[in-house]
């Protein structure tokens, strides 16, 4: 059985238009166009595998960048995160972000390493 309200189509360029309308009809389902998200993750990985998974690099930016503008109070001081803080956070959080990523694809090397650059700028 196929769920119609949960599945989608997705064709290749070199299908033809007569067969994608014959598979639709037939299946009753919508094609895509676009490569949609399943559980955070893109469905589907072409050759542009860096700009793929930009949104892992975006995500960890975007927290780093939250740790420098707002200092951390303490009794009504304010204080910049500690190097053990820094630590604490680059291993619990950052670190994290890209595990279940991993965990289904191989990540492009250059992605890690701007990944990587970037926690030594953070740190």
């Known amino acids: 059985m196929i769920n119609k309200s949960k599945t989608t189509l ?8 007569q067969i994608m309308e014959e598979i639709k009809l037939s299946l009753r389902v919508p094609a895509i166009q676009h490569y ?16 793929c998974f930009a949104q892992i690099k975006e995500r960890i930016w975007a927290k780093m960048q939250g740790w420098k503008e707002k200092p951390l109070s303490q009794a ?3 204080k910049l995160l500690s190097q053990a803080g820094k ?9 994290s972000i890209p595990t279940y990523s991993m965990s289904v694809f191989k990540l492009p090397v250059g992605l890690c390493k701007d990944i990587e ?4 700028k953070f740190w």
């Open 36 to 51: 949609e998200k399943y559980l955070g993750l893109p469905s589907f990985v072409g050759r542009g595998k860096k700009a």
């Open 76 to 78: 009504g001081k304010e």
């Open 87 to 95: 630590e604490v956070m680059i291993k619990a959080i950052v670190e």
């Open 117 to 120: 650059a970037m926690i030594r």
């Open 10 to 17: 997705f064709f290749s360029k070199n299908t033809d238009a």
